[in-house]
């Protein structure tokens, strides 16, 4: 019973993060634009002084809620720096990309489960995202092809 409850908590600590996320190797970093009429995540290259320097950005497929206070935890970074997932709050949805350095290429592009996505986790093989308009918490398994979500 207690094991249950840390998956919907860990979630939760998302929303405690700011919406950037440093790929592995400190040499990208990804922060949300989070646009009602075409979400975007934004890339800048860092360099060794930890100066940054736009490197371009990627379209989610989905569209933003247009406010930034909301968005804490809005994109996360797997473990091994090889995917990153973006919730797009106007659209229900979560985006998947392959991260290659400051470069990312859309995957899939698949429902979060509920309504306003406004954060979301990953590690282990699994992404966990909390919708905000009913206030739940879906989980995913991560395949090669995107997400699958794990029912119940």
Excluded: C
Excluded at 38 to 46: I, K, S, T
Excluded at 48 to 53: A, E, I, N
Excluded at 118 to 131: E, F, I, L, P, Q
């Amino acid at each position: 019973m207690k094991r249950r409850w840390l998956i919907p908590l860990g979630a939760l600590a998302a929303l405690a993060f700011p919406a950037t996320a440093a790929a592995h190797g400190g040499r990208a970093v990804f922060t949300l634009a989070n646009g009602t009429s075409g979400n975007r995540v934004l890339a800048f290259a860092r360099a060794g002084d930890g100066t940054l320097s736009p490197a371009g950005s990627a379209s989610t497929g989905g569209a933003g809620t247009g406010v930034t206070a909301k968005t804490q935890g809005s994109i996360a970074l797997s473990p091994d720096g090889r995917r990153l997932y973006a919730v797009n709050g106007g659209s229900g949805t979560i985006a998947v990309f392959a991260v290659h350095g400051t470069h990312l290429r859309r995957i899939a592009v698949v429902s979060s489960g509920g309504a306003g996505p406004a954060s979301v986790t990953a590690g282990h093989g699994r992404v966990y995202v909390v919708n905000a308009g009913g206030l739940n918490v879906v989980g995913f398994r991560v395949t090669r092809h995107g997400l699958r979500r794990i029912h119940g």
